[in-house]
Nanobody, 116 residues
Framework: QVQLVESGGGLVQPGGSLRLSCAAS????????MSWYRQAPGKERELVNS????????TYADSVKGRFTISRDNAKNTVYLQMNSLKPEDTAVYYC?????????WGQGTQVTVSS
């Protein structure tokens, strides 16, 4: 069955870095666009950035431009989110999303907490 399993979240101090991973299985990963979303407490889910099946990237959240980078390894069926210069406002549950046409898959999310 389809699975998206996020990992790499945790507690980090402001200014620190984390790399999130999302391991995919059960579908043809290389043909899907992949995205990272996040949802902070009391807020709507927000699209952070996306990467096409061929590696083109788009950052949608202005607040992370220059700090967060999405990448993928099709050989490993994994998408990554490198997060640098983390701020307390980056605290959220981060979700991995796979998209192809009208098909959408979601991971269960991983908590990122930025706090001193």
């Amino acid at each position: 069955q389809v699975q998206l399993v996020e990992s790499g979240g945790g507690l980090v101090q402001p200014g620190g870095s984390l790399r999130l991973s999302c391991a995919a299985s059960g579908f043809t990963f290389s043909t899907y666009a992949m995205s990272w979303y996040r949802q902070a407490p009391g807020k709507e889910r927000e699209l952070v950035n996306s990467i096409t099946s061929t590696g083109g990237t788009t950052t949608y959240a202005d607040s992370v431009k220059g700090r967060f980078t999405i990448s993928r390894d099709n050989a490993k069926n994994t998408v990554y989110l490198q997060m640098n210069s983390l701020k307390p406002e980056d605290t959220a549950v981060y979700y991995c999303n796979a998209r192809s046409g009208y098909v959408r898959y979601w991971g269960q999310g991983t908590q990122v907490t930025v706090s001193s």
